[in-house]
């Protein structure tokens, strides 16, 4: 059984669903979920890495492999982050960050944008516009002002 798959059943053995199209969309969830978490936590073991190694070159991590992860597992991660390709992408979604840091500007912190409509949905007893829920996430909590002159202009051309 796949590692994923083992998880999952895992997090059922501890929830049941009375209708199968929510145990369905409760799968889809669970999977976005941890794909999302895990992203995070292999980011978050490549800085500590680096913090404890203190040096940024990837083929000496190899040698500060983590306790919750296989060896081999480690050792391949390390050749990943350390090939020109891998390099090459970080180093220009940097830039590209740095260049336009308005552009991720929000503030629903780690809620996600579904559930932002979800409560929406429930406070305004039907289904919320886009506009909606983009003015609930982009504008500053008890102001009619937006975050940051971007998101005025991307509310601004979705009004249109």
Wanted: charged residues 25%; glycine residues 2%.
């Amino acid at each position: 059984m796949e590692v994923q798959e083992l998880l999952y059943q895992m997090f059922m053995s501890n929830h049941r669903f009375t209708c199968r199209s929510d145990e369905a969309w409760s799968r889809l969830v669970w999977t976005t979920t941890a794909c999302s978490n895990f992203k995070h936590l292999l980011y978050n073991a490549r800085k500590n890495t680096q913090k404890v190694c203190q040096s940024v070159d990837p083929t000496l991590w190899r040698e500060c492999a983590l306790t919750w992860i296989r060896r081999d597992y480690w050792e391949s991660l390390c050749n990943i982050w350390a090939a020109e390709r891998w390099q090459q992408t970080s180093t220009t979604m940097k830039v590209n960050q740095a260049a336009n840091p308005e552009a991720n500007m929000h503030t629903s912190g780690s809620v996600s944008f579904a559930t932002h409509q979800s409560r929406l949905e429930k406070e305004l007893k039907q289904p919320p516009t886009f506009q909606e829920v983009f003015d609930k996430t982009h504008k500053k909590k008890g102001m009619d002002q937006y975050i940051s002159n971007r998101a005025r202009e991307v509310a601004e051309s979705y009004s249109q």
